[in-house]
T-cell receptor, first 110, second 117 residues
Framework: DAKTTQPTSMDCAEGRAANLPCNHS???????VYWYRQIHSQGPQYIIHGLKNNETNEMASLIITEDRKSSTLILPHATLRDTAVYYC???????????FGTGTRLTVIP | GAVVSQHPSWVICKSGTSVKIECRSLDFQATTMFWYRQFPKQSLMLMAT?????????EQGVEKDKFLINHASLTLSTLTVTSAHPEDSSFYIC?????????????FGEGSRLTVL
């Protein structure tokens, strides 16, 4: 699986959009981009995933660049409950499991 | 979304005892489940892959005789930490794979915090 690079930490004001970047320059054609988050002392929570088209669900939007070497997770209106560590993971069709990097610690500030 | 449940959510035990943690997929069948371990302020580390009806596959450096995994049904996998010691104290998390779009989705349990005295 391709390696990902994320900033260690970010702050976001409550009510504003949180934009979390992820670089995955070595991603291959059959690898998907997954985003999970982990709130303190809980298991990871699935957010969204995509291959090459932008995706949106009730939690977030995922914007993948045309060359697929990077992506951005967007939380449109961050709340205090969105404070968590966000993991960007790339995973191929043949891969069963997920390998977690260090993620981005997002702190939503009142 | 799909629900994966772990039990117990926390456990305290004496050194030398064994502890069993259960992982259940509540609304889907999972032929494959995964066990992770997470130490404080660190990321999740995959320990083993649990396959229904067959032996688990362990990651390098994980002792299979210490961390016994049983996946007897399509909705239940168990992790038993045998002869636990204080260094085994950690947050143990399971995940289950639900077949679906693309590579299928992985859903995680709430985690089980083990403290060995």
């Amino acid at each position: 699986d391709a390696k990902t690079t994320q900033p260690t930490s970010m702050d976001c004001a409550e009510g504003r959009a949180a934009n979390l970047p992820c670089n995955h320059s070595t991603i291959s054609g059959n690898e998907y981009v997954y985003w999970y988050r982990q709130i303190h002392s809980q298991g990871p929570q699935y957010i969204i995933h995509g291959l090459k088209n932008n995706e949106t669900n009730e939690m977030a939007s995922l914007i993948i660049t045309e060359d697929r070497k990077s992506s951005t997770l967007i939380l449109p209106h961050a709340t205090l409950r969105d404070t968590a560590v966000y993991y960007c993971i790339v995973r191929g069709t043949g891969a069963n499991n997920l390998f977690f990097g260090t993620g981005t610690r997002l702190t939503v500030i009142p | 979304g799909a629900v994966v449940s772990q039990h117990p959510s926390w456990v305290i035990c004496k050194s030398g005892t064994s502890v069993k943690i259960e992982c259940r997929s509540l609304d889907f069948q999972a032929t494959t489940m995964f066990w992770y371990r997470q130490f404080p302020k660190q990321s999740l580390m995959l320990m083993a892959t649990s396959n229904e009806g067959s032996k688990a596959t362990y990651e390098q450096g994980v002792e299979k005789d210490k961390f016994l995994i049983n996946h007897a049904s399509l909705t239940l996998s168990t992790l038993t930490v045998t002869s636990a010691h204080p260094e085994d104290s950690s947050f143990y998390i399971c995940s289950a794979r639900r077949e679906g779009r693309g590579t299928g989705e992985l859903f995680f349990g709430e985690g089980s915090r083990l403290t060995v005295l």
